[in-house]
């Protein structure tokens, strides 16, 4: 990392100049120094005036390297003050003395950070740094906003003697959630767009083949079948099926954040893993892809398509606050249009929310329920190991069993329920779901 030139090239990260003062180690070899000197000379001890020279070294050293009051006090760069990450990803913190004297050492620490590797561990570092510069590597544990706090920072000339104690300006780390490649059909059959990656039933220029037949005034020469035509003698062209886009809405829950009992993964951790991997799988389809917060966790992203649609939906779930109390009011969706695929985040737990899953659906969205639910929350594995004298992992088990009592009603509905556990959790629904709607159905006569 290259430090600024100057203070003002990060704003506001700066602090305020400090004089140095004296250490306790100065202090401690002037005053000995003093006292045993005295001592010999009272008691006409030469030798003992010997036990001095160390210390009247390190006195007069330090006194020679006392700071020179027309100089500037030292001040401190925090770099960077905002950065944005991948999960998995190494940031560089840096703290830059653009104005440290020659000869002087900085001593710093980042502490209050949990979750965090640091390199070097627990983020203490000593260097001489000539260039007034010290780093150390941060690599956050998972998504969300990481705020270092002030570190603590000390410079310190080479005797030890002299002192100042500086106030670094904190900084914002933000990590982006890891979009996992979701594997798998996409799910559509009916696009309800104008282009796009899906194949639809409307024939027209695509690549996907629909038959061979023969020509017709205003087809396209380029789509003669020389083969076929050269074997019948007639001009024979092919038809091919339209390739269309879709609209994809996902909808996050985020009233409660569950909690894991292994403290691996809450239901939010759940919740923003599974926006980010279906919002790449579709938006890499060229779907145009909306995120909709029936709680107040999250922020919405309104329906758009491409890199950059992806870039703001990571960014808003890098946002996401965790520290929100449970039960907030919910705001519901406006409306749907008919045929848009619905990703439908959540734990399932709440009726309010239930309601929402079967309105979505009656609108005509196309919806899938996506459980965000903790695996270990609430089974028999995790009450046989259980101390709890407060019963409270045996009132999981039986919401949990209510819970699937309701999902299966869901089911029953049309509305396919897949927990999610990783990439690979919505292929068998979306393949399945892909060929229900493309298969042929039989029409009864009156």
Do not use: K
């Amino acid at each position: 990392m290259s430090p600024p030139s100057s203070p003002a090239s990060s704003p506001g990260g700066g602090s305020p100049p400090t004089a140095f003062d004296p250490t306790s180690a100065f202090a401690r070899s002037t005053g000995l120094s003093l006292l045993v000197l005295l001592l010999a000379a009272a008691l006409a001890r030469p030798d003992l005036a010997l036990l001095a020279v160390p210390l009247v070294v390190h006195a007069a050293w330090g006194w020679w390297r006392r700071p020179d009051p027309s100089l500037p006090d030292p001040t401190v760069v925090t770099v960077p003050q905002r950065v944005g990450i991948t999960e998995g990803e190494v940031v560089d913190l840096g703290l830059h003395v653009p104005d440290l004297p020659a000869h002087h050492w900085l001593s710093a620490q980042w502490t209050g950070l949990v979750q965090t590797t640091w390199d070097p561990p627990l983020g203490a570092v000593v260097d001489s740094a000539p260039d007034g510069t010290v780093t150390v590597g941060l690599e956050p544990a998972r998504w969300g906003r990481y705020e270092t706090g002030h570190p603590g920072l000390q410079v310190v000339d080479s005797s030890g003697s002299w002192r100042a104690e500086l106030r670094p300006a904190s900084s914002l780390v933000t990590v982006r959630p890891l979009a996992a490649t979701l594997h798998g059909a996409s799910g559509v059959a009916r696009p309800i767009g104008l282009t796009g990656a899906h194949t639809s039933s409307v024939r027209g220029d695509g690549t996907q083949l629909a038959d061979i037949r023969e020509y017709r005034t205003g087809d396209r020469l380029r789509r003669i079948n020389w083969r076929v035509t050269s074997r019948t003698q007639r001009l024979h062209v092919t038809s091919t099926f339209t390739e269309r886009d879709t609209d994809v809405l996902v909808v996050t829950d985020t009233l409660r954040d569950l909690p894991d009992p292994h403290q691996t993964s809450t239901s939010l951790d759940a919740t923003v893993r599974a926006v980010a991997a279906i919002s790449q799988h579709y938006i890499g389809f060229g779907d145009r892809v909306a995120v909709h917060d029936l709680g107040r966790r999250l922020g919405h992203v309104r329906a758009a398509t491409g890199p950059r649609q992806m870039r703001l939906i990571l960014e808003v779930l890098s946002r996401t606050v965790r520290e929100l109390p449970d039960h907030v009011a919910l705001r519901p969706v406006a409306s749907v249009r008919s045929g848009t695929l619905v990703f439908f985040c959540s734990p399932l737990l709440d009726d309010r929310i239930i309601d929402q899953l079967v309105r979505l659906r009656q609108l005509g969205g196309e919806v899938i329920a996506v459980d965000t639910m903790p695996a270990a929350l609430g089974t028999i594995e995790t009450l046989r190991g259980s101390r709890n004298r407060a019963f409270l992992d045996e009132a999981w088990v039986l919401r949990r069993l209510q819970r699937d009592e309701v999902l299966a009603g869901v089911e029953r509905l049309g509305i396919p329920v897949t927990a999610w556990r990783g990439p690979t959790s919505l292929g068998s629904v979306l393949l399945a779901m892909e060929a229900a709607r493309s298969a042929p159905r039989r029409t009864v006569g009156r």
